[in-house]
């Protein structure tokens, strides 16, 4: 074997003679740090799962694993709070993070500054919550809503700022500025359910001294892991059950949430939410312009009808001659007034006869019937007389040829 007696070199001499530093254990793990410091990409990505979170002392400790390795994670309490994420066991998320090493003990782990949930995750989550609530009855169209036709008050649910509603607010004015919307400001990012729901509870209460007639639920533009929150399982109850029809404009038109599913309308876009509810002033204009045609025509039929009418009784009461009726009429007439004239008592009394009644005023044509010492009453044409009966004769008067 090679040593020192057969080359007469000693160890001591070889170590000198390839200068391999020398370090104490601080040092060392001081040299690694420095390295790490300097060689390290300051802020990285990894995607990993997460496997056994531990809350300690306020921080959330957990491994990072592929399956092939892992690593120590940490998020320190003062982060903690404003992460979107709170991973469980078993989660897989897409961590923003930088490398801490602990010189003491050459501890190396990852310090947490963001988290994401993985889209498989999402995805999971999503169909966990739509059989839910599928079997909960909340995810048919039978129970869905009927839109309002043109909705007087809208409630808007949306971060403030956002371009997203700026180009709500700009196509409402441009298609029907006589809708009342009612900005309400909500996160729409992260672990924010339980701030939404709050707000939904709120409205819910207020819903008729507000004059709500419908719900817009509306974010902008992201990734599908942004979206997580519209999957929460509470928040997409309440939807469900808001006292108005609620219309959900989330994202793009790919994505897809368990909001949209219980919601009574989904758009793809929140512009086209609101589109949806409103009407275009510009179509609905054409529509009256329309319907006052329409009854212009109406009425032109009307009159056409009426005096087609008309003209039809003017031909009829031609044809019947009315004045030539009336000439029949006034004949007729008069020759009733001659008849009345020639039987009038008044033209027999003038030629010497009289009108002989009984004490009971009843005309007598003959002597039957009279008897001696009644009285009787004869009338003539100036006058009359009471007379009582002497004698009774029963004499016919002879006819003449």
Not at 14 to 26: C, D, K, N, Q
């Given at each position: 074997?090679?040593?020192?007696?057969?080359?007469?070199?000693?160890?001591?001499?070889?170590?000198?003679?390839?200068?391999?530093?020398?370090?104490?254990?601080?040092?060392?793990?001081?040299?690694?740090?420095?390295?790490?410091?300097?060689?390290?990409?300051?802020?990285?990505?990894?995607?990993?799962?997460?496997?056994?979170?531990?809350?300690?002392?306020?921080?959330?400790?957990?491994?990072?694993?592929?399956?092939?390795?892992?690593?120590?994670?940490?998020?320190?309490?003062s982060q903690l709070r404003q992460l979107r994420h709170r991973p469980e066991d078993g989660d897989g998320v897409t961590v923003v993070g930088k490398l801490n090493f602990w010189t003491a003990r050459a501890s190396l782990n990852v310090q947490v500054l963001d988290i994401r949930p993985s889209l498989s995750t999402v995805l999971r989550q999503f169909e966990l919550v739509r059989r839910r609530l599928e079997e909960a009855g909340l995810i048919d169209s039978a129970r869905r809503r009927p839109l309002p036709r043109q909705p007087q008050t809208l409630a808007v649910l949306t971060s403030v700022p956002s371009s997203a509603l700026a180009d709500m607010l700009r196509t409402a004015t441009e298609r029907w500025p006589l809708t009342r919307l009612l900005v309400v400001p909500i996160p729409v990012q992260g672990s924010v359910a339980t701030r939404i729901r709050e707000v939904l509870g709120r409205l819910a209460k207020e819903a008729g001294s507000l004059g709500l007639d419908a719900l817009v639920l509306a974010r902008g533009g992201g990734s599908r892991e942004d979206l997580a929150v519209f999957d929460d399982e509470d928040l997409c109850?309440?939807?469900?059950?808001?006292?108005?029809?609620?219309?959900?404009?989330?994202?793009?038109?790919?994505?897809?949430?368990?909001?949209?599913?219980?919601?009574?309308?989904?758009?793809?876009?929140?512009?086209?939410?609101?589109?949806?509810?409103?009407?275009?002033?510009?179509?609905?204009?054409?529509?009256?312009?329309?319907?006052?045609?329409?009854?212009?025509?109406?009425?032109?039929?009307?009159?056409?009808?009426?005096?087609?009418?008309?003209?039809?009784?003017?031909?009829?009461?031609?044809?019947?001659a009315p004045q030539r009726r009336l000439q029949e009429l006034r004949q007729g007439l008069d020759q009733r007034r001659a008849l009345l004239r020639a039987l009038s008592p008044q033209r027999w009394l003038k030629q010497g006869l009289a009108l002989v009644s009984n004490a009971q005023g009843i005309a007598i044509d003959g002597v039957a019937g009279i008897q001696k010492k009644d009285k009787l009453t004869l009338r003539f044409q100036d006058g009359s007389i009471e007379a009582a009966v002497t004698q009774v004769r029963s004499q016919p008067l002879s006819s003449t040829s």
């Open positions: 074997m090679p040593s020192s007696a057969c080359t007469g070199v000693s160890p001591t001499d070889v170590l000198s003679a390839e200068r391999i530093p020398t370090f104490s254990v601080a040092e060392l793990n001081s040299a690694v740090g420095n390295l790490l410091e300097r060689g390290f990409a300051p802020r990285f990505l990894v995607e990993a799962t997460v496997s056994r979170p531990q809350l300690k002392k306020g921080h959330l400790w957990f491994t990072l694993t592929d399956g092939e390795a892992s690593i120590s994670a940490v998020a320190w309490a109850r309440d939807l469900a059950a808001f006292p108005v029809p609620v219309v959900t404009g989330l994202g793009h038109e790919d994505d897809l949430t368990v909001a949209d599913l219980v919601a009574d309308h989904r758009a793809a876009t929140p512009t086209a939410a609101i589109v949806a509810l409103l009407p275009d002033r510009q179509v609905a204009l054409r529509e009256l312009q329309q319907q006052r045609q329409r009854l212009r025509d109406v009425q032109s039929r009307w009159l056409e009808r009426q005096q087609q009418r008309l003209m039809e009784r003017h031909q009829a009461l031609a044809l019947q």
